[in-house]
């Protein structure tokens, strides 16, 4: 491909040949205008800091191979380069697609990889093989043919992408597409296709690039959580607005004696590798504590029918109900001494620790280690109302017993931080480890909003419940001189094949803040008293599309409650 930069005269555009039929036919898109573009983000891999440590010895973590039941899979992530495009997609950029390259023996491409351009390479796919004491018939096999499902065309650079869609055999099923520069297809040999009882059903995961109704993504299995078998090969698939069926697979774990997952040593080598560095806002009132300090400092359970004579709480919390169901018979709640309840909202960062609960993901191919932080406050909301930068919204956004998370996902083929995700109230996303700062080495910032304490990978302002017009409720976070080290104080809670001791507190799954103590609405009018007719409605809309736990309805329940303790992330 010429390397000279060529300018773009006209937008990027697409002339479709033939309609988008992802099974039997071909979707041809020529006349390509691109500008190829040097130095882009996707030139240099990405690397953390500091290398990575030799992890303690022991089962079959980090050994670079899994054991699927007589498949035997390696995740690969050194790779050529197929083809790429330069524009369109994330910071119209572009995307590049390629081929794992050193593949080892005996094993086999099973999809190709694709990447957008604005970001640092930091990908993998799986490559598989059958292994040899399988006696219930060959697990991989050829295609018998191959159908096209994308033409590009760059007439300025003379060059041609082609993507395959691999036809399995009777019995079988795709996971991956080819890429090639040739018009003509490939050699059925270069890819495998998976025995059908090895794969599941796969699902649209992050968009890579697009354009023109036409879109690549990430593929993710449909069904995810603890101990879900499903798991990704890292491969992607072409999707458009008229036709967005899921035509790929995606792999299945059938060992009943998995070794791939880490054990105890091994989790607290990862930890300290890892562990989050969580920045409190420089004007933070309501920091962490530990959950034994809380209870140490005055919380009390109360129980319905019995309000009047609350109960001190143990230190470890060995006199909580356990169990049961959330039907609003226990709660907890500050002290009744107006200064011990003072001191109380305040928490302690000095006493602050982390609690993680570990628990294998994705066909035990990769680890997720939650880190949960508890706030025994949760301030107030902060609006912006159009020019109105800061409104505080009184008592609105406050209740007793804030927990907040990050999750870990780590490879178990190597060790490898793949992702973080970022829990923001109710919701959250995946940020993938080339995106995060770094400190301490390997360890990634957090950075806590102010009063709500939701988590973000990067210090600033996001407004939620619409952010329209400069109209959302604050969420501010920045570096700051207190900084939780969750490497420094933590405990494991709770981890699937690893014998911990779960703390008492853990079995207490009501909720840990009482229901509203304050007229909600009257607080509202209190604000919309300072305001102007067109922002009274503005307020109105926003506070309505807010959850009930960001404006302080209820009390939050523990970490075991959370649908994210067993289930994915999102």
Known sequence: MNTTNISVSTKLFFIIICNLLFIGSCLQITNVTFSNKEGLPIDTIFN????????PQGGGFATGEIDLGGLKIRKISSFHKTWAAYAEGPDNLGVTFFEPSSIPDGFSMLGAYAQANNQQLFGWVLVGKTDASDESGDILKQPIDYTMQLYLYAPQFHTTAYLWLPIPPDGYKSVGLLVTSSPDKPSLDRIRCV???FTDEAETDTWIWGVSGYNLYNLRPKARGTNAQPLGVGTFIVTSDQNNTVYLSVLKNKNTEVTSNPNLDQVNALFQTYSPLIYLHPDEKYHPSSVNWFFDNGALLY????????????????NLPQGGSNDGSYWLDLPIDGQARGNLVKGDLESAEVYLHVKPVLGSTFTDIQV???YPFNGHAVAKLAFIKKISLGHIGEHVGDWEHVTLRISNFDGTLYRVYY???????????????????NKFAVFASLNGHASYYRAGTVLLGGGKDGVGIRDDSWWGDNVLDSGASYQVVAGDGLVVAAPSWLGFEREWGPKLTFDFWDEVKKVEKVLIGPLRKELNKL??????????EVGPTGPKCKGNWDGDEN
């Open 423 to 441: 829990a923001e109230h109710e919701w959250g996303s995946w940020v993938d480890s080339r995106l995060l700062s770094y400190q301490n080495g």
């Open 48 to 55: 953390f800091p500091s290398p990575l440590p030799s992890w």
């Open 303 to 318: 129980m319905r029918g019995n309000e009047s004579n609350p109960v001190s709480i143990e230190t470890d919390g060995a």
């Open 372 to 374: 949960w932080v508890f």
């Open 543 to 552: 506070i309505s599309s807010l959850p009930s736990e960001a404006y302080g």
């Open 195 to 197: 025995r059908s009882d």
